[in-house]
DNA sequence: CGGGTTTCCGTACACTGCACGGAAGCCCAT
DNA sequence: ATGGGCTTCCGTGCAGTGTACGGAAACCCG
C-alpha cells in the first residue's frame, strides 16, 4: 500500500534536527573546524570559501573535515550559529520590552556586520542553531511578558527581526561593495550621477534617496524605533488605531 | 605621486553602473538569456544553476553566452531584476499611502514566493536593477505625498522593505525546506519533538513559536500591519507617542 | 599481541566559471 | 566581385570545486 517504501534523503534536513554521537579523541574537532570556517568566511567571504581552503588553514587533509562535519553546507549552518553566538545581552530579561528588543536588535546588527557574510546566509537557512533560539526565545520572553501572546506575539517578533534580518543585509551588500576608502567616493559620485541621469524616471528616489551615502547607524536607529512603534501599538492597553477589516 | 595609478577592476562593479553598447543581429540575445535564466532558477534553484545547463536550454554553446553578459554573477543580477519587474502594482499613485504600501508588499511578497531563489538572492546583492527602482520610485513618492522627507521617508521605506524581504527570506527557506506534502507533516512532528525537548532552555519558544505550523499568509498580513502601524505613527499629524532622546 | 574501531587522507570523478583563439557569417568600400 | 573588418558562435583547456571510496595508521581493550 506503499508505493514509495523509503526514499533515502529527500532534502537536506537541518543539521538541528539529527543528532550524531561521536566518542572518542581527535586532533581535530567540530570546535575547531567552525571556528576555522568562521576565520575563513570572515577573511575570504563565502565565496572564497571552500573546504579545501578550510582544511589547509588547519593543516589537515581535506577529507578529514568529513570526520566531523557531514558536508560543506553544514559547516556553513554551524559557523552561522557560532556567529550569532557572539550576540551578547546584557539587559536583564526583567527590563522593559522595549529596551529588550533594541539591546538585541542593535547588537544583533553589530554582530552581522562583524561577519558580513552572515546576512547573506541568513536569508538561505532556516535558523534553528542554538544561539538562534536562545535569542529568540529572550524576544519572545520579553514580549510576553508585556501581555502578547499566540500569533500576534509570533507576527511582533517576526516584524521585528525580518526587519533586522533585511535591513542588514542591504546594508552589508553596499558596505562590501565599498570595500576602500580610495574608490568609495567614487562609487558614492557615480551612484549619484546614475540616479541623476534617471530623475525622470525616478524622480523622487533622486530626491530623497542618497544611495548609501547615508549615514547607516541613524538610519537603522530611526528605522527600529519605527517597527518598535508598530508593536507598542499592538500592546494591551494602547489606543487602538484603526479598525481592521 | 601617486602610488597605484590604475587598479583594473577592483571589486565587481554592479552591472547598473556599466553601459554596453552591441549592435548587430544575433541568434541569442541577452533578453532570451535573462528569460531562460529565470525558467532555470525556477526549476532547479540557485544551485542548480549553472553556465553550461543555461547554455543547454538555449541549444547553444556554453561561451556564447558571454558574448551578452560579462559573467555568470551578472545573470543572477539579471534574473533577480526580471523578476521583481513581475510585481504588478494596480493601486494608482493617487490611491493613500497606506493601500499602495500595503499592496507593494502583498505583490512583493507573491512574487518572490513564486520564485523561491529570489529571496536568497535579495540579501547578497545591491537592488539597483529598473525593476527595483521603479517599485522605490513608487514607494518614495507615495509616502513622500503622505508628508514624509528625507531622512524619515528612507527610515520609513528602509523599515517597510527591509521588513518585507527579510520576512519572505525566511519564510521561503521553510517553505523549501517542506517540498512535498509528504515529508511535510513528518517534519512539522519533528520540529515539533525537537523543540518540546528543549522545553526547559526555550519555554516561551516553545509555548507559542508553532515552527512552521502557522499560516504564513495571515503572520504576513498582521506583522505587516504591525509594521505599517509604525509608520503611520511618524506621519505628520499623528500623536506623538513618546519623546526621542 | 591480535582484532576492532576510529581517525586521517590520497586519489578519483563529475562538475564548475571562464580565458583564449579560431571559424564562420555579415557589411561595406573599393 | 573581392577583400577586409567586425561580430557572432563555440571547442578546448585550466584551475578549482564537493565529496565517494577505500586504504593506512594509530589507538583501545581483550
New binding site residues.
Given amino acids: 500500500m506503499s508505493p514509495k517504501p523509503v526514499s533515502p534523503q529527500r532534502t537536506r534536513r537541518a543539521l538541528w534536527l539529527r543528532d550524531d554521537d561521536?566518542?572518542?579523541?581527535?586532533?581535530?574537532s567540530r570546535e575547531r573546524i567552525v571556528a576555522a570556517a568562521v576565520d575563513l568566511l570572515d577573511a575570504e567571504g563565502v565565496d572564497g570559501?571552500?573546504?579545501?581552503?578550510l582544511a589547509a588553514r588547519l593543516q589537515?587533509?581535506?577529507?578529514?573535515l568529513?570526520?566531523y562535519v557531514p558536508?560543506?553546507?553544514d559547516v556553513l549552518d554551524l559557523a552561522l550559529d557560532a556567529a550569532l553566538g557572539e550576540i551578547e545581552l546584557r539587559q536583564p530579561t526583567t527590563a522593559p520590552w522595549r529596551d529588550v528588543l533594541a539591546e538585541q536588535a542593535t547588537e544583533t546588527r553589530r554582530v552581522m556586520l562583524r561577519h558580513p557574510w552572515v546576512p547573506g546566509l541568513v536569508g538561505t537557512r532556516p535558523l534553528l542553531g542554538p544561539a538562534s533560539l536562545a535569542r529568540s526565545e529572550r524576544a519572545y520572553a520579553a514580549l510576553h511578558r508585556a501581555g502578547l501572546a499566540g500569533p500576534a506575539l509570533v507576527a511582533a517578533i517576526s516584524a521585528l527581526y525580518s526587519f533586522v534580518h533585511g535591513f542588514v543585509a542591504t546594508e552589508s551588500t553596499w558596505r562590501t561593495q565599498l570595500p576602500d576608502e580610495a574608490d568609495e567616493a567614487d562609487l558614492r559620485r557615480q551612484a549619484e550621477v546614475f540616479l541623476a541621469e534617471r530623475a525622470d524616471l525616478y524622480p523622487t528616489l533622486a530626491d530623497h534617496a542618497r544611495l548609501g551615502d547615508d549615514d547607516f547607524d541613524a538610519g537603522f536607529a530611526l528605522a527600529l524605533d519605527t517597527v518598535l512603534d508598530g508593536i507598542a501599538a499592538r500592546l494591551p492597553g494602547s489606543p487602538p488605531s484603526r479598525p481592521g477589516p
Same sequence: chains 1, 2.
Avoid: C, D, I, N
Fill in positions: 561521536r566518542p572518542r579523541k581527535p586532533r581535530l570559501f571552500s573546504m579545501r581552503r589537515a587533509g581535506t577529507m578529514s568529513y570526520e558536508s560543506r553546507e
